[in-house]
């Protein structure tokens, strides 16, 4: 077993858009355990467009990721060693690993380190599909959206791990589901493998009439949810096709995440559609988290929640990833693969 | 008894900002009553600010004010002759009579005339704070807002029908009641009058930087609450100011009514602060009413809810009233006197 675990620290925060420069590669010695403490090797890190959020400074529901610290992020991976009474070692666990190899922590503090089951599910799902980004989809869809059958509902980022599970689980409650990403192939994917009723690639559309009229077609009876991951444009283009009562879950804004400004054209509409538009982060509903386990999790086992991944390999590869992620240039979930 | 209706019609649709030219004044005859008809002598007409959006055609949660037709509106008045007999000469009646000194209707349809007592509430309530403007407040802040005692509530236009309610109606939940009215004396008004804590004159607020920070001022534990009668710059400084989980009511925007963009800033505010912004329409919510009748005509007629109204006198002074009442000339609830 190796003594040193390499470490992704935040070195700068970034003025507009984030640079491999704002990140650094450390190495740091692999210290004894205490009692309590588990030492688990990282498989898998997930990167997420929340964390672009942290980089910054000021107000935001978070406290931003401190510099010179390893970046957040949840991990799955094993235990390789433990004086931990509940752990040992071999478990498969999935916890807040953050940005390096190896993860040393007091396993006694309730939910800091789950073990999970990998014989139906494969350990990477529980940083997508089985983890935040599924719970996420699941409870925007089901505690905001909260469609009937026959709705219709649209979700942005379409092919990521938020937005596939959104669309399938809308698909599973007799929901017309439609997408909006990035692209022929992710828009292709998301009708053809995800089972979406359609999908619209938005860099087809130019503005806000260009992508309204695409909506239109696509959304014969209106809308009547909307998940946002990306805000900007398209949830203005939403909301011109939004139908009286219609709900919007509010995940994301990644268009706006370097600073740009991105105002919502007429929120007047949320008056006359009498429409109601709410923010969310999962983690604050952790009580729920069970029971969208355990949909999400019996969904993936018996494959009728699909998804894909991106895996890039190593932890010094893990900025890059990122700024990809921050770019649209993953497809599906992204992760880097540390074993 | 008079003949002949004195009756305002809508002439032509505003381009812009509205003028009395795009009224008339018309004079109809009375036809003899038919089976099951009143014939009601409107006492009051209540002007109201969702009437500017009747007046544009297109996409609305309402028809269009059809053209030469009688504007429509609320009136309070006397039943003056009867053939139907649930109602008789001296009812005072509550009713959507609309912009004329007459209203001839068949009263069996459910809810189109209901009868008011006048011995504790005076008749003009009935169109203000016992009636839909006071419906409105009740319902925004205790259906949408839902304040918990120590919360703070805001709300624009303070000094008019609806937010003078909702002040009071939050104060009496034990919350800290924040207004914005335009001028001094309306502040004045809503504090020493109305009791609300604080009271912000937007005219001395050129930009949101400068009415935000009165916001901080005003609101010193921020905002949990806010009722929107108003849209554009005050929205945005409020949603600086607001609260993990604040709510927003949306009931208005009459700074867009004449077609002015009025983007929201910041939307992803919505989301750092798991804002939940919503639309609603009191009418759509009938089955409230009763509910809220009685609380508010009980605070009505101990003097505990109060108000103010602006007075126009004759069917003829209608137009200039409706068009002061746009730009907030008016003071409390604007009504024409028409007996």
């Known amino acids: 077993m190796s003594t040193v675990n390499r470490q992704i620290v935040l070195a700068s925060r970034p ?19 205490a009692e309590g403490e588990v030492l688990v090797r990282n498989h898998y890190l997930s990167l997420d467009p929340y964390m672009r959020g942290r980089m910054n400074e000021g107000k935001s529901y978070a406290q931003p990721q401190p510099l010179g610290e390893v970046m957040i992020g949840g991990t799955v991976g094993e235990v390789v060693e433990s004086r931990n009474a509940h752990f040992k070692p071999g478990d498969a666990v999935v916890g807040m690993g953050g940005w390096q190899e190896y993860l040393r922590v007091n396993a006694d503090q309730r939910g800091v380190l789950q073990k999970v089951d990998t014989t139906h599910i494969p350990l990477s799902a529980y940083l997508g599909a089985v983890g935040m980004p599924g719970v996420t989809g699941w409870y925007g869809l089901t505690q905001i959206i909260n469609p009937k059958a026959g709705e219709t509902v649209v979700v942005s980022a379409a092919s990521g791990a938020v937005g596939g599970a959104v669309g399938q689980l809308a698909k599973a409650r007799g929901c017309r589901a439609v997408g909006l990403a990035g692209g022929p192939d992710k828009c292709a994917y998301v009708v053809n493998e995800l089972g979406f009723d359609a999908c619209i690639d938005y860099k087809q559309h130019p503005d806000v009439k260009s992508l309204s009229k695409a909506l239109k077609e696509a959304c014969p009876d209106g809308i009547d949810g909307y998940f946002e991951n990306v805000g900007g444009m398209i949830l203005d283009a939403v909301m011109l096709r939004a139908n009286a009562f219609a709900r919007v879950a509010m995940c994301g804004m990644i268009s706006g995440y370097n600073g740009e400004p991105i105002p919502m054209s007429a929120p007047q509409l949320i008056l006359v559609n009498r429409m109601r538009v709410e923010g969310f982060i999962v983690s604050e509903h952790m009580e729920l988290w069970p029971q969208a386990l355990k949909e999400l999790g019996m969904l993936v086992a018996t494959g009728k929640l699909k998804y894909r991944e991106t895996v890039a390999d190593g932890i010094a590869a893990a900025p890059q990833a990122f700024l990809g992620l921050l770019k649209g240039k993953n497809f599906g979930k992204q992760l880097v693969k540390l074993v």
């Open 15 to 33: 003025t507009g858009e984030p640079t491999v420069d704002n990140f650094k590669l450390v190495e740091a010695a692999l210290a004894p355990l």
